[in-house]
C-alpha cells in the first residue's frame, strides 16, 4: 500500500509539470531586430490580428496592424486597432502590441496569406525580420506552405503554428494557405486537468498520512503484551 501511494505521488506530480510545460505561449518574435510578428487568433467568438514590434514605432504599429487586417480578412470584417502597449520596464527593447478584431465565420475559411502582402503592410516599420503565426482556440488550423523546404503542418485547438517567415535580403519568397477551421465544442481546458491532478495529488498525500499512522498503530504492542526478547 505504501508503494502505491508514492507510485500516485509521483504520477501526479509528473502529470501538473506536463500539464505546466504544454500551455500555448505567445509566438516569439526573430531576429534580428527591428522585427515585427503577426499572430491571428482564431477562437469561438471570432478572432483578432495581433501585431508584435521591438524597435518600432507604436503609432506605425497600430497603422500597420489596420493595414494588414484589412489586406488579410478585407476592410469590411475589420474593427479598430487597440491602442498600442509596451511589456513592463519600457526600455529601448521593450515589446510593443496591439490588436485588431477580425470576423472568423463559425464554419471557418480558407485565408491565402504571402510574404509580399506582409511585407507590403509592414513596410513603414523598416523591419529587419517578420513572421506569421497563426493560434486557435475552440478551432483547428492547417498551413499549406508553397514556401521552399518548408513543411504543411496543422495544430489543434490551443496551439500555435507558424504561417511563414522572413529576413530582409534573404532573397526568399514565401506563400501560405491558412485553413482555420469550425467551432467545436469546449472542451477539457488546461485549468480543468490541472484542477483534476490537485485532487489526485491531495488524495495521494492523504492515503500516505493515513498509511503511516495505520502502521504506527500496527508497530505499537497491545496493553499488557510481554515483550519478545
Known amino acids: 500500500m505504501r508503494k502505491l501511494a508514492r507510485v500516485l505521488v509521483g504520477v501526479s506530480l509528473l502529470s501538473l509539470a506536463a500539464c505546466a510545460a504544454s500551455g ?20 469561438a467568438d471570432g478572432g483578432r490580428l495581433e501585431l508584435l514590434g521591438v524597435r518600432v514605432s507604436p503609432v506605425e504599429l497600430r497603422s500597420a496592424a489596420t493595414q494588414l487586417a484589412g489586406d488579410l480578412f478585407g476592410p469590411e470584417n475589420i474593427g479598430e486597432a487597440s491602442p498600442t502597449t509596451a511589456d513592463e520596464g519600457a526600455t529601448k527593447d521593450a515589446l510593443l502590441s496591439t490588436s485588431v478584431p477580425v470576423t472568423i465565420p463559425d464554419a471557418g475559411l480558407q485565408l491565402p496569406i504571402d510574404e509580399a502582402t506582409v511585407d507590403a503592410a509592414l513596410q513603414p516599420l523598416k523591419p529587419r525580420s517578420n513572421a506569421v503565426w497563426a493560434c486557435s482556440e475552440r478551432r483547428t488550423v492547417e498551413v499549406t506552405s508553397q514556401a521552399p523546404g518548408a513543411v504543411s503542418s496543422d495544430a489543434v485547438s490551443g496551439s500555435c503554428q507558424v504561417v511563414g517567415s522572413s529576413i530582409a535580403d534573404d532573397g526568399v519568397d514565401w506563400s501560405a494557405t491558412l485553413t482555420i477551421g469550425p467551432v467545436t465544442d469546449a472542451s477539457l481546458g488546461p485549468e480543468r486537468i490541472g484542477g483534476a491532478l490537485v485532487l489526485v495529488l491531495v488524495a495521494a498525500l492523504v492515503a500516505v498520512v493515513l498509511i503511516r499512522r495505520a502502521g504506527r498503530k500496527a508497530d505499537v504492542p497491545p496493553p499488557g503484551a510481554t515483550p519478545v526478547h
Open 24 to 43: 500555448s505561449a505567445s509566438p516569439d518574435l526573430i531576429g534580428p531586430y527591428p522585427s515585427v510578428t503577426a499572430v491571428i487568433r482564431a477562437n
